[in-house]
């Protein structure tokens, strides 16, 4: 079902591996995104086949393996992320929107270019990822479209910026 994000929140999209921070590495870089997305500074919002991608991720015996690495679970076998609890953490943080056209700036990594479709599509004005394919087309978008692609480690001092603020 296809909510909608309030005037007061901004819209964002997230790249896979900036949710792999959120659901499952715990990564310090990415609590300021929660809590800007606890506080409806920032809604998420994925297309479909973000979220099977997601899904796919984590079904992947390397990324069961750094996990085990990142928490430090002495006698868990690889395998033993919760995909469930993750995708529906996932569900609640994050509102799905119909695939988007091609934008007309290619990014080179084909599988990156649909997070960057659906920013545009939707106006976001943010794409938070960690990928260099993407980040690499920080300058064209913004200048483009308006849109920050940013590292959510950008963000810095626990404070995202307000709904108003321009990166």
């Known amino acids: 079902m296809e909510r909608s994000h309030s005037t007061e929140t ?9 949710w792999l921070d959120l659901l499952v590495f715990e990564d310090p870089s990415a609590i300021p995104l929660r809590a800007a997305m606890q506080a409806r500074a920032l809604q998420s919002v994925h297309a479909r086949a973000m979220r099977d991608e997601l899904e796919d ?3 992947r015996p390397a990324i069961s393996a750094h996990a085990l690495r990142v928490h ?7 395998g033993d992320i919760d995909v469930a609890g993750c995708l529906a953490r996932f569900d609640a943080m994050s509102i799905e929107h119909p695939a988007a056209p091609d934008c007309g700036l290619a990014c080179r990594d084909p599988d990156d270019q649909k997070f960057l479709d ?30 920050a692609i ?6 810095g001092d626990g404070a995202w910026p307000a709904p108003g603020a321009n990166l």
Do not use: E, M, Q
Request: net charge positive.
């Open 118 to 147: 659906l920013a545009v599509a939707l106006r976001c004005p943010w794409l938070l990822s960690k990928d260099r394919a993407l980040l690499d087309l920080a300058r064209s978008a913004r200048r483009r479209f308006g849109l």
């Open 150 to 155: 940013v590292a959510p480690r950008t963000v």
């Open 10 to 18: 901004r819209p964002a999209v997230i790249d896979t591996n900036v």
């Open 72 to 78: 430090g679970r002495a006698g868990r076998a690889a």
């Open 57 to 59: 991720v984590l079904r």
